[in-house]
């Protein structure tokens, strides 16, 4: 492997093909509709309640995670569909396991986010 110069231009460049990345998951992968939705009413009821900056920082990592997962997971649908367009076990196994990922750390965000915001409604309702 050819190994290449420190570019400034190249980073730039690849910060650009990024950004194209996160626009075409978020315009065009239905999932990733639900989470930003999700995210959207978790960051407007995180104001009402007046979330601490540890607990904000909670929701945004959480958000961050999900969103990322299920980038990957597209991607990873994306390269199998292209690669065998026939049914494969194999390709059913990683596409399974990919979305499984998006599974666990969206439950994980939903434990993170009872943690936070059950107590919260709970003095409000008290």
Known sequence: M?????????RARSFKYAGRGI???????????IHCFVAVCVV????LVRLSALEWAAVVLCIG??????????AIEALCDRVS?????????AKDLAAGAV????IMSVVVGLLIFVPKFITLWS
């Not at 995670?65 to 597209?74: D, H, K, M, R, T």
């Not at 599974?103 to 969206?106: E, N, P, Q």
């Open 103 to 106: 599974l666990i750390v969206a």
């Open 65 to 74: 995670v999900v969103l990322a997962a299920e980038g990957i997971n597209s």
């Open 44 to 47: 407007v009821v995180g104001a």
């Open 23 to 33: 626009v075409r998951l978020i315009s065009r992968e239905h999932n990733a509709w």
């Open 2 to 10: 050819e190994k290449k110069k420190f570019s400034l231009a190249a």
């Open 85 to 93: 367009p026939d049914y494969d076990e194999a390709i059913k196994h």
